[in-house]
T-cell receptor
Framework: DAKTTQPNSMESNEEEPVHLPCNHSTISGTDYIHWYRQLPSQGPEYVIHGLTSNVNNRMASLAIAEDRKSSTLILHRATLRDAAVYYCILRDRDDKIIFGKGTRLHILP | DAGVTQSPTHLIKTRGQQVTLRCSPKSGHDTVSWYQQALGQGPQFIFQYYEEEERQRGNFPDRFSGHQFPNYSSELNVNALLLGDSALYLC??????????????FGPGTRLTVT
């Protein structure tokens, strides 16, 4: 079973920041927090991952709570192309990915 | 680099038939994982192959089997198809060494319809 909890859906206006929350209260010390997204009619694509510290890349930022029981994916300036299902996933050394249902993000023009 | 490729794109089969889906991993990747995604659901892990052996398996019956070739490409076989096997089948590749630190690259999937 997925070890994360996410809202089913969220809405945001175009060109505004989006904060996608994820709860993972049973996270272990060796679990990495990964985010993937799935655009319509495509396979999932990697967004970002982190362990303890906040992370930034060209797509997004990942803010990890100090106790690691929650995290937030931040899209700094949403575009219509960011409309997708976003999955928050915990990965440990066994490497397999267990997806939950994710958050469906709607972007309003 | 073509990334992960899968074939065929779409497939229609009848209940009771057998199907084979194919996947070529991203260049430099030696580990292949397969997922089943039903409509409106997140992908479900089927199994993972490395060094031509099944290394991990999700909660899927023995009707689902696979193979990995020396060039790291992989096949997913499903026997005795059921209507419930209708889904998008996704292949993902990654490097084995410290794979959990790296992203998995997903292919576009094969849409299987069982009638």
């Amino acid at each position: 079973d997925a070890k994360t909890t996410q809202p089913n859906s969220m809405e945001s206006n175009e060109e505004e920041p989006v904060h996608l929350p994820c709860n993972h209260s049973t996270i272990s010390g060796t679990d990495y927090i990964h985010w993937y997204r799935q655009l319509p009619s495509q396979g999932p694509e990697y967004v970002i991952h982190g362990l303890t510290s906040n992370v930034n890349n060209r797509m997004a930022s990942l803010a990890i709570a100090e106790d690691r029981k929650s995290s937030t994916l931040i899209l700094h300036r949403a575009t219509l192309r960011d409309a997708a299902v976003y999955y928050c996933i915990l990965r440990d050394r066994d490497d397999k990915i267990i997806f939950g249902k994710g958050t469906r993000l709607h972007i309003l023009p | 680099d073509a990334g992960v490729t899968q074939s065929p794109t779409h497939l229609i089969k009848t209940r009771g038939q057998q199907v084979t889906l194919r996947c070529s991993p991203k260049s430099g990747h030696d580990t292949v994982s397969w997922y089943q995604q039903a409509l409106g659901q997140g992908p479900q892990f089927i199994f993972q192959y490395y060094e031509e052996e099944e290394r991990q398996r999700g909660n899927f019956p023995d009707r689902f089997s696979g193979h990995q070739f020396p060039n790291y490409s992989s096949e997913l076989n499903v026997n005795a198809l059921l209507l419930g096997d209708s889904a998008l089948y996704l292949c993902a590749s990654s490097p084995r060494e410290l794979g959990y630190l790296y992203e998995q690259y997903f292919g576009p999937g094969t849409r299987l319809t069982v009638t």
